[in-house]
């Protein structure tokens, strides 16, 4: 697509809910990140991947986070029992992979669990 | 491993006055460097970026940076402030060692007054 594509763009779940979230990013992007933003804060990685395999994964807060990619595009970002602090942006981004490619970001979902 | 200190966390300027928003970064290898900007709600929009190229770079809206590697500095910098420019500004290095993977700093706000 034209640009990384994210949904839902807003969803509010009940406390101990599963969600999932989903990114599609620029076609031809082998490199895919997912970071958190909570409210006033500044960007807090999750996981990176790099084709369908993720090398990096030491920004998952904890076990309830998983994340997975699938044909080397589209990606799931699943947050099982939600909790309260799960409330936050997620936002998702994708690049070439390489020294200096530009990263580009979708426009976030909204999480808001009550 | 590589980090981003954005040294301010609020600039407030008048309306028409320059703009600096500084940035110092750390890495074992050569960084690339791009400022993002994002406005309230919305995703984050690349303003500019360095990668190895002049040393000075010019973004969108009349911004521009100047790469200085004896001081690990990349500023951010306009000539005059417009009223639309106030947002949350991110400096964000990435390098060969870390994967590419980009790191943020904490983000400045930049308040623009009339």
């Known amino acids: 697509g034209a640009g990384v594509s994210q949904s839902p763009s807003n969803k509010v779940t009940e406390k101990g809910k599963d969600v999932e979230l989903r990114c599609d990013p620029i076609?031809?992007?082998?490199?895919l990140y997912w970071y958190r933003q909570s409210l006033g804060q500044g960007l807090e990685f999750l996981i990176y991947f790099q084709g369908n395999s993720a090398p990096d994964k030491s920004g998952l807060p904890s076990d309830r986070f998983s994340a997975e990619r699938t044909g080397g595009s589209v990606s799931t970002l699943t947050i099982q029992r939600t909790q309260q602090e799960d409330s936050a942006v997620y936002l998702c981004?994708?690049?070439?992979?390489?020294?200096?490619?530009?990263?580009?970001f979708g426009e976030g979902s909204w999480l808001t669990v009550v | 491993a590589q980090s981003v200190t954005q040294l301010d966390s609020h600039v407030s300027v008048s309306e028409g006055t320059p703009v600096l928003l500084r940035c110092n970064y750390s890495s074992s290898y050569s960084p690339s460097l791009f400022w993002y900007v994002q406005h309230p709600n919305k995703g984050l929009q690349l303003l500019l970026k360095y990668t190895s190229a002049a040393t000075l770079v010019k973004g969108i809206n009349g911004f521009e940076a100047e790469f200085k590697k004896s001081e690990t500095s990349f500023h951010l910098t306009k000539p005059s402030a417009h009223m639309s420019d106030a947002a949350e500004y991110f400096c964000v290095v990435s390098v060969a060692g870390g994967s590419y993977i980009p790191t943020f700093g904490r983000g400045t706000s930049l308040i623009v007054h009339p």
């Open positions: 981004a994708s690049s070439s992979g390489n020294q200096g490619g530009t990263i580009y």
């Open positions: 076609s031809g992007h082998t490199a």
